[in-house]
């Protein structure tokens, strides 16, 4: 079973940019037809996909966020990571990363997502944005 652990401060200041990471275990990230997915949930929102990258490095982004978001990998620590540009107080959010063996096209995630659209999730770390 593969497991995944956010890492990343709590707290970003309006302007700067969010900087996360996923270490995964059980699972190589270069598995063949895996996919590793960041996800966020505002507060008394549902659960927002922002982009995936997948077993072979390529990546795909929420086309509401492309502009601001950045995900990469480092096969070495078997992690990947979120960069999310110029954020503001709107991006205040519990964020999640994801990973998934069955997703088939990474250009039909949809925006708003579901528990069950992924298979292994890590349990959340909350970012504020806040000067």
């Known amino acids: 079973q593969v497991q995944l652990q956010e890492s990343g401060p709590g707290l970003v200041k309006p302007s700067q940019t969010l900087s996360l990471t996923c270490i995964v275990s059980g699972g190589s990230i270069t598995t063949k037809h895996y996919v590793w997915s960041w996800i966020r949930q505002p507060p008394g929102k549902g659960l927002e996909w922002l982009g995936v990258?997948?077993?072979?490095?390529?990546?795909y982004y929420s086309p509401s966020l492309k502009s601001r978001t950045s995900i990469s990998r480092d096969t070495s620590k078997n992690q990947f990571s979120l960069q999310l540009s110029s954020v503001t107080p709107e991006d205040t959010a519990v964020y999640y990363c994801?990973?998934?063996?069955?997703?088939?096209?990474?250009?039909?995630?949809?925006?708003?997502?579901?528990?069950?659209?992924?298979?292994?999730w890590g349990q959340g770390t909350q970012v504020t944005v806040s000067s």
């Open positions: 990258i997948a077993y072979d490095g390529s990546t």
């Open positions: 994801a990973g998934d063996s069955t997703i088939v096209a990474v250009t039909t995630i949809p925006t708003q997502v579901g528990e069950t659209d992924f298979g292994s």
